[in-house]
């Protein structure tokens, strides 16, 4: 991968394809998550898609404590300054959907059109029962068990015990250590970053944009009823049920996504190549 410095740190980011530029914001712990959708033929031919590492994860700077939702959106922005890019479509998956709905706030010159896959909005009812569910992983962080930190924490988020005979055939070799090593950043700043994160229906109606908001067919109540709540408050948003997936949404059915990125893309095309 290529490397930027931006805002004091070193952000690894890759460039494929060419057109309009589209943003791949990552979510917690898997920094590769996009990978089996970037290896899906045809988007490329038409999109430049930039995926990056953020501060904490794989090659790029560690992640300071705390480090903000809104910091890492100006990270983002940062980023796409530096390449020279005035506007662009911008996808994010979990946590990486907070980042681009406050980058599209942030900064909404930059954001010409939205794409959040399944947002951790923690605001939700079923926010403390997922918080909950979680809380053995955070104890095992705690007792320095890091393996048992993130498969616990997996399997919650993911809704799938089985997730390794997922998840290893599609992403790189050694995706899980990479996991383990990026430990710290999850639950030392990302984990408390997105609860303290002051997201809501005010805030969501300054977000303009054309937003296309994607949803495991299969995902359990916290990602439904975030979806329905990313409905709610933001009523230009085009709902998307992408089918065979939980949380795993690109990882799980790449080809599927790959279609509806490019059909959103393509009924909300730039005004000009950025």
């Known amino acids: 991968m290529q490397r930027a410095q931006i805002n004091g740190a070193t952000i690894e980011y890759d460039v494929q394809g060419s057109g309009e530029p589209v943003l791949l914001i990552h979510g917690a712990h898997i920094a590769d998550a996009y990978a089996p959708l970037l290896a899906e033929s045809g988007l490329d031919s038409r999109y430049r898609l930039i995926p990056y590492h953020r501060r904490g994860f794989a090659g790029s700077s560690r992640a300071p404590v705390p480090f903000s939702i809104a910091a890492q959106a100006a990270d983002a922005a940062a980023l796409l ?11 994010g998956h979990s946590s990486g959907g907070d980042i681009a709905l406050q980058l599209a706030l942030d900064a909404p010159d930059l954001v010409h059109s939205l794409v959040v896959l399944e947002p951790a909005l923690l605001m939700v009812p079923s926010g403390e029962q997922f918080a909950a569910a979680i809380g053995p992983a955070v104890a ?74 994607v949803l495991g067919a299969e995902s359990g109540p916290m990602f439904r009823e975030g979806h329905e709540l990313v409905r709610q408050w933001l009523p230009q948003a085009e709902p998307f049920v992408l089918p065979g ?6 990882m799980q059915n790449p080809r599927g996504l790959a279609e509806a990125l490019a059909g959103f893309f393509a009924r909300h095309p730039l005004p000009v190549a950025a």
């Open 245 to 250: 997936t939980t949380h795993t949404l690109q």
């Open 140 to 213: 095992s962080y705690q007792a320095g068990d890091r393996v048992a930190a993130v498969d616990g924490f997996l399997r919650a988020a993911l809704e799938n015990p089985d997730y390794r005979r997922t998840l290893d055939p599609v992403l790189p070799a050694g995706w899980f250590a990479q996991v383990v090593a990026d430990a710290d950043t999850f639950y030392q700043a990302e984990l408390p970053s997105v609860g303290e994160w002051p997201f809501n229906a005010e805030l969501a109606r300054r977000i303009r944009q054309p937003v296309l908001a």
């Open 81 to 91: 300054r530096q390449l020279g890019i005035r506007e662009a479509h911008v996808v």
